[in-house]
């Protein structure tokens, strides 16, 4: 998200005529835009601004002193904080970056000082940068397209509705005509992002006839409830604005995060099985394998409901890899509950895992009423354990996509070695192939062309000749297109029994190591 947010940031800046420094030397003002979900990512600013007040002594006398200003999350949070430092001079919140220009004019002038902070932390209900250009890198293979704000859940553990305040949603149109100019531009990868993602409603549109079951809860995963009631009437919901972002762009790849699995309704499981173009990757961050522990973290569901959406997920795309987030050490998790989330990382078959030691936040359910009552020891032992057992799921399932076809994205080349290229299947695996020469057509009935590098923003067809706990070895086919291997295969994954069984003119005789 917050990439994605410093590129709204630029686009701002960038229609107030600011252009970008190309190091915080030669800044005039220095944003440091910034999350405050862990604590350790606010560690990480403080340690910042001590750099920063460092800088800001050497700087010349002749030049503008340097406006230094905090945004985004922790602006919000820690805005007292924040101005004790003695080095910041702007604080904005992450629905604030419209007044950033009119805070770097105040700096400018002397506008700041003991009793006049330049601060706008204020939360919006509505602001969704929508008609914001944002400014990417260049050239870039995959972009973030914002689509919601804010979110509504309330988890008992979770600063994010305190930080980034309600959800609201974009026009649909407005998310439609970016990705399409994404497209025009060679862009072959667009993110779809939002604190909620999945819980997208554009209620722009208010003429839309109500469908009638818009506020009730078959709105959500079967098993699922939210303590907040949406209005849903006449929205387009998220599976409906997926559907029409993967028609638009069939060539497009398109993933979103961060999802909440309340709201992977049937609908929106059957949108994603259905079009070859949206990944078969999905975030279901489960937070614990207790139903004990997920109501104390106000999650709106049991681990039988998870373990039943996961079974569902499965069932409609055998080929779909699942990621989660898991929280360890959490008020009251006693030992069986521990257990019960391990079971579930072993049962899941999670092919990504964020695993975190509970760390109590201010203003959260569970820092006012909740007991911190899991020793940091035990916390960090349990956490040891969650990644142990994840591990090595991730090593078998990693294993297991040995002598698989997939369609891979070519990003570049790796930070390994420039002789080693890496992308991801539509699966979300991170690949490495050697950067050689590969045949410039794929499919039986295209005609043999010559041999060609491959560049970012390929695709290609790759076996996976081995693999690790972290990463995938592939062996490239030939560059081909999304419509081309999945008429050939019918899926962008395929099996190592039917890759086996390749078309004439596509088996590789050998394998290179690079
Ligand atoms: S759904 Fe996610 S962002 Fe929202 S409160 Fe829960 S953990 Fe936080």
């Known amino acids: 998200m917050n990439s994605s947010d410093t590129e709204i940031l630029r686009g701002i800046l960038a229609q107030h005529g600011f252009t970008r420094a190309d190091d915080?030397?030669?800044?005039?003002?220095?944003?440091?835009?910034?999350?405050?979900?862990?604590?350790?990512?606010?560690?990480?600013?403080?340690?910042?601004?001590?750099?920063?007040?460092?800088?800001?002594?050497?700087?010349?006398?002749?030049?503008?002193?340097?406006?230094?200003?905090?945004?985004?999350?922790?602006?919000?949070?820690?805005?007292?904080?924040?101005?004790?430092?003695?080095?910041?001079?702007?604080?904005?919140?992450?629905?604030?970056?419209?007044?950033?220009?009119?805070?770097?004019?105040?700096?400018?002038?002397?506008?700041d000082g003991e009793d006049n902070d330049l601060i706008n932390v204020q939360l919006s209900t509505e602001e969704t940068y929508a008609d914001v250009r944002p400014v990417r890198e260049v050239g870039a293979v995959s972009a973030a397209v914002s689509i919601m704000r804010g979110c509504n859940n309330m988890c008992s553990f979770?600063?994010?509705?305190?930080?980034?305040?309600?959800?609201?949603?974009?026009?649909?149109?407005?998310?439609?005509?970016?990705?399409?100019?994404?497209?025009?531009?060679?862009c072959k990868e667009v993110l779809l992002l939002g604190q909620n993602v999945n819980s997208y409603a554009d209620l722009s549109g208010s003429e839309r006839a109500s469908t009638g079951n818009e506020a009730s809860t078959s709105y959500y995963a079967e098993g699922f409830s939210s303590v907040y009631k949406p209005r849903r009437e006449g929205a387009i919901p998220f599976g409906e604005l997926l559907e029409a972002v993967a028609k638009a762009v069939p060539e497009m790849r398109i993933r979103f995060t961060s999802p909440h699995p309340k709201d992977f309704s049937d609908e929106v499981l059957q949108v994603i099985a259905k079009h070859s173009n949206i990944c078969k990757n999905l975030h279901m961050p489960a937070q614990s394998g207790?139903?004990?522990?997920?109501?104390?973290?106000?999650?709106?569901?049991?681990?039988?409901?998870?373990?039943?959406?996961?079974?569902?997920?499965?069932?409609?795309?055998?080929?779909?890899?699942?990621?989660?987030?898991?929280?360890?050490?959490?008020?009251?998790?006693?030992?069986?509950?521990?257990?019960?989330?391990?079971?579930?990382?072993?049962?899941?078959?999670?092919?990504?895992?964020?695993?975190?030691?509970?760390?109590?936040?201010?203003?959260?359910?569970?820092?006012?009423?909740?007991?911190?009552?899991?020793?940091?020891?035990?916390?960090?032992?349990?956490?040891?354990?969650?990644?142990?057992?994840?591990?090595?799921?991730?090593?078998?399932r990693n294993q297991a996509e040995v002598s698989c076809r997939h369609l891979v994205l070519v990003e570049g080349p790796s930070r390994r070695s420039p002789s080693i290229l890496t992308g991801r299947t539509?699966?979300?695996?991170?690949?490495?192939?050697?950067?050689?020469?590969?045949?410039?057509?794929y499919g039986p009935s295209q005609p043999r062309r010559s041999a060609a590098r491959m560049q970012p923003g390929d695709y290609v067809a790759v076996d996976i000749i081995s693999a690790t706990g972290s990463a995938l070895q592939a062996k490239a086919l030939g560059v081909t297109s999304i419509a081309e291997f999945v008429d050939l295969h019918g899926s962008t994954v395929v099996s190592a029994q039917d890759a086996a069984c390749?078309?004439?003119g596509l088996a590789v005789a050998a394998y290179a190591e690079c």
């Open 24 to 111: 915080p030397a030669g800044a005039d003002v220095i944003l440091l835009n910034t999350c405050a979900i862990r604590e350790k990512a606010e560690q990480k600013i403080f340690s910042r601004l001590g750099e920063i007040k460092a800088l800001k002594k050497t700087r010349d006398s002749e030049r503008m002193p340097v406006c230094v200003g905090v945004i985004g999350c922790m602006a919000e949070r820690l805005k007292d904080q924040l101005f004790e430092q003695k080095v910041v001079d702007i604080v904005a919140g992450p629905d604030a970056f419209r007044s950033l220009p009119g805070l770097i004019h105040l700096f400018t002038q002397g506008r």
């Open 158 to 186: 979770c600063i994010v509705p305190f930080t980034r305040g309600r959800e609201r949603s974009r026009p649909a149109a407005s998310i439609l005509a970016e990705v399409k100019q994404l497209h025009e531009e060679g």
């Open 290 to 396: 207790s139903t004990r522990v997920l109501s104390g973290m106000k999650r709106g569901y049991t681990r039988e409901a998870y373990d039943a959406l996961v079974e569902r997920a499965r069932a409609l795309m055998p080929e779909i890899a699942l990621s989660t987030d898991i929280i360890v050490g959490f008020c009251g998790e006693e030992e069986e509950d521990h257990q019960g989330t391990l079971d579930l990382l072993r049962t899941a078959g999670y092919d990504q895992a964020f695993l975190f030691a509970y760390s109590k936040r201010d203003k959260t359910h569970a820092a006012r009423h909740l007991q911190d009552d899991v020793p940091q020891d035990v916390k960090m032992r349990r956490l040891n354990e969650a990644i142990h057992v994840y591990k090595e799921v991730l090593t078998a």
């Open 426 to 441: 539509c699966t979300g695996k991170r690949v490495f192939m050697c950067d050689e020469e590969v045949s410039s057509s």
């Open 502 to 504: 390749q078309p004439p």
